[in-house]
């Protein structure tokens, strides 16, 4: 259509020519119903027949009009030849494929733009990039839509889905075969799953007396002191964070059938394993311990270890020593979002090609007496007596912030095809992530949600998904005001109104700062795993902004329909992460 802009005025119809954009009525002109004239035929002196065709094509409809009857053009013309004719298609008979894409065309306006529908888990939703349809269309109301085409004035086109050639290697697809956990909860991944279906939490009043005088004493601290369930001499050279991570690969490496010991006992090529995990300091007590010792006993009382123990990347270091991992080892630092992330580069990794096993995950212990009080002074924790309740309330309408937290969450993942050949469980696929950054504040989240739905739907999409795949929600939702907000705003924008089970996990276990998307993705996993989902602690009543499906009170089936679950973490500075696992049928 020329760049023109459409300018309506009033003619007769005696003075219309074939290239007029024509409505029959203003009303017509105001809702966009434009028809381009084709073709002009005198029936008498006092009567015109035009033949009239949709502007971005469609098929032809005759109008007889007395002459001096007034009509609504559109102060342009255009060439009515290159309008193209096109027949209505029937969809009566046509039986119906998830993966099949319809497209509608509102042909009548000018300056309408393609709609284009997926067929997922037996609806029509909108592929839009921005949100999911609030409502799905079902096979009944598209094969209508075909059928009154050409009488509204649209175009109808159904695409079915094709049929996949053989094709050159590509991308491989990642599993996940292992889970290890150490949490507030407890010692293992069975502990967490069983304190989340059961909805106890983890936290605890700080007793320790360097803890005396701050304003909340609270936090989410692992049960068991982890250096007693290692080799004393081992556990000398880890740092605390250290510690948890390795107690947790260690039963990761040994839920995926592996042997005790590591590579080399498992028959594995140590150069074809990686260790990728998230942290944001790591064990903050080292640095302050070896401060404090340097004030009372001088240089020599530091011990030599305090350098290598105080690094954030000591965790991901010492799960290399102790299973003889040689491939690589990283450490993201990108605050609360760092064990995602983690996870996230460990799938590319194994993706295309680097390694074929991969652990994953993230670990932090920074319950120090200067980190808490930072935080109090923040505003950003949570009052409360741990004995009455979790003091953290997730979307809770009372909710007044975090409750710090320790742990480590770790997940064994590899290449399908590695796993297959050795006759590994397969508790579901690691099927994509998504990054983003809010660019907005130091510390506050971007209220809007703009970045975060960024990341969700780039998750998705890296997942090879559809919004409509998605069947729950483990939200990062760290109990703090705006922050829940604006996680809440980004998913009601991207999930486009569907009613999808969303929980969070911090009532549980307070916030595991770095270490908070190993564990909470070793949750969503086993959540699939499973088919349930664990309740919301915490939230006695929801807050009337969230407008979400948050699951509290009792564990609830998984749903059905649908295979994506997101795990979301994100963290001061604007870094958002989100993780997309599918299950496996």
């Not at 739905?453 to 939200?475: I, K």
């Not at 009337?544 to 749903?559: E, F, K, M, Q, T």
Request: aromatic share 4%.
């Amino acid at each position: 259509m020329p760049e023109v802009p459409i300018r309506p005025y009033e003619v007769t119809a005696a003075e219309v020519v074939p290239g007029d954009l024509f409505a029959l009525t203003p009303e017509d002109a105001a809702e966009r119903r434009w028809h381009v004239v084709t073709h002009t035929l005198p029936v008498s002196p006092e009567v015109i027949r035009v033949t009239l065709r949709p502007p971005l094509g469609g098929v032809d409809h005759e109008e007889d009009l007395r002459r001096e009857q007034t009509v609504t053009v559109a102060g342009r013309r255009v060439d009515a030849a290159a309008v193209p004719l096109v027949e209505p298609e029937s969809l009566a008979g046509v039986e119906f494929r998830d993966g099949d894409r319809l497209t509608v065309l509102r042909a009548v306006d000018p300056l309408a733009a393609e709609v284009t529908y997926v067929r997922r888990w037996g609806a029509w939703h909108r592929d839009t990039a921005e949100s999911a349809d609030a409502r799905a269309a079902t096979d009944a109301e598209v094969r209508r839509w075909a059928a009154d085409a050409g009488r509204q004035g649209t175009v109808v086109r159904h695409e079915p889905r094709p049929v996949r050639q053989a094709r050159a290697a590509g991308p491989r697809r990642v599993v996940v075969t292992g889970l290890g956990a150490v949490t507030p909860l407890g010692v293992g991944a069975g502990e967490l799953w069983d304190g989340l279906v059961e909805g106890r939490h983890g936290i605890r009043e700080l007793t320790d007396p360097e803890f005396d005088g701050l304003p909340v004493r609270t936090a989410g601290t692992v049960p068991v002191d982890p250096a007693s369930l290692l080799p004393r001499q081992a556990a000398r050279r880890m740092n605390r964070a250290a510690q948890f991570a390795v107690l947790a690969a260690r039963e990761a490496w040994a839920d995926a059938g592996y042997a005790e010991g590591g590579t080399r006992e498992s028959g594995l090529d140590p150069e074809r394993v990686g260790v990728s995990l998230g942290a944001i300091l790591g064990d903050a007590s080292v640095l302050v311990g070896g401060d404090r010792k340097l004030r009372d006993r001088g240089p020599r009382g530091v011990s030599p270890l305090t350098t290598p123990m105080t690094v954030p990347s000591q965790a991901a270091s010492q799960v290399s020593l102790d299973l003889h991992i040689t491939g690589e080892a990283r450490t993201v630092t990108s605050a609360c979002a760092s064990g995602t992330e983690a996870i996230g580069q460990a799938v590319d990794r194994i993706r295309y090609g680097r390694v074929d096993v991969a652990l994953a995950g993230g670990a932090e212990a920074v319950i120090t007496p200067a980190i808490m009080a930072s935080f109090a002074a923040m505003r950003a924790l949570a009052e409360g007596d741990p004995s009455a309740g979790s003091p953290s309330r997730p979307f809770a309408k009372d909710r007044d912030g975090f409750v710090n937290g320790e742990g480590a969450g770790v997940l064994v993942l590899e290449s399908e095809e590695h796993a297959r050949a050795r006759g590994a469980r397969i508790y579901c696929e690691a099927a994509g992530w998504g990054l983003s950054a809010d660019a907005h504040h130091v510390a506050a989240p971007d209220p809007s949600g703009d970045g975060i739905a960024l990341a969700l739907r780039r998750a998705v999409r890296d997942a090879g998904g559809e919004v409509a795949d998605v069947v729950h929600v483990n939200a990062h939702a760290t109990a703090t005001v705006e922050g829940d907000l604006a996680e809440a705003r980004a998913l009601r924008r991207v999930l486009g109104g569907q009613d999808v089970p969303v929980t969070a996990l911090k009532g549980h276990l307070g916030h595991l700062q770095g270490a908070a998307g190993g564990v909470e993705a070793v949750a969503a996993v086993l959540t699939l795993h499973h088919r349930t989902v664990p309740p919301t602690v915490g939230c006695g009543e929801v807050d009337d902004g969230i407008d979400l499906d948050v699951v509290r009170d009792a564990p609830r089936p998984l749903p059905e329909t649908g295979d994506l679950v997101l795990s979301n973490s994100f963290g001061f500075g604007g870094h958002n992460a989100v993780l997309a696992l599918r299950r496996v049928a």
